[in-house]
């Protein structure tokens, strides 16, 4: 059972147009979600987080927003550059245990 | 600052050979440690987690195991590898408790061919 869902297993957009991912969650237990960028053969690096209490988080060109009633949550990247190319992946966490569930990934692919 | 390593970088094995992949966790105490794989086009699935020296929750039943001998150290083994044992494997540490919202942290991870 796929609690995090990327649907989108693939993006392209325009360097300096605006890059948006979604992640779709069933858990109503999760409290907490966070965005993670991975190049090929690294491991994720932490981009933005949000909890629940909130329903937007920005940080410089990255902003989460989150639609509890429709658990969705979506990461806007603007204006997209070229080294934004990578997969992301959401990941959920309900804050009362230590697991994270993570979503299948979006590679998202910025064209110069 | 805190710093996760990992290793070895990449590791080629046969079938039916034991293995054996290290994570260590450097400028925090009590760190809550995770092992991951990522399958070729998969996502990140979630293999173990430990909140301390010697507990370890399994996630997926398989052949792999393991095992927190220190505060600070986080083994990944087999017995008896698998084809389907291939992927990238990655270590990552949380802090805090299980009321937190810490952010998890991802070591480089090892790349794992079984033949």
């Known amino acids: 059972d796929q609690q995090v869902k990327q649907n989108s297993p693939s993006l392209s957009v325009q360097e300096g147009r605006i890059s948006i991912l979604n992640c779709d969650y069933t858990?109503?237990?999760?409290?907490?979600f966070l965005w993670y960028k991975k190049y090929p053969a690294e491991g994720p690096t932490f981009l933005i987080s949000?909890?629940?209490?909130?329903d937007k988080n920005e940080d410089g060109r990255f902003t989460v927003f989150l639609n509890k009633s429709a658990k969705h949550l979506s990461l806007h990247i603007v204006p997209s550059q070229p080294g934004d190319s990578a997969v992301y992946f959401c990941?959920?966490?309900?804050?009362?245990?230590?697991?994270?569930?993570f979503g299948t990934g979006t590679r998202l692919k910025v064209l110069a | 600052s805190q710093t996760i390593h990992q290793w070895p970088a990449t590791l080629v094995q046969p079938v039916g050979s034991p293995l054996s992949l290290e994570c260590t966790v450097e400028g925090t105490s009590n760190p809550n440690l995770y092992w991951y794989r990522q399958a070729a086009g998969r996502g990140l699935q979630l293999l173990f987690y430990s909140v301390g020296i010697g507990q370890i929750s399994s996630e997926v039943p398989q052949n792999l195991s393991a095992s927190r001998p220190q505060d600070r150290q986080f083994i990944l083994s087999s017995k008896k590898l698998l084809l389907s044992d291939s992927g990238f494997y990655l270590c990552a540490w949380g802090g805090g408790h299980a009321g937190g919202k810490e952010t998890q942290y991802f070591g480089p991870g090892t790349r794992l061919l079984v033949l």
């Open positions: 949000i909890s629940s209490i909130k």
């Open positions: 990941a959920a966490k309900n804050t009362g245990t230590y697991k994270y569930i």
């Open positions: 858990n109503s237990m999760f409290d907490y």
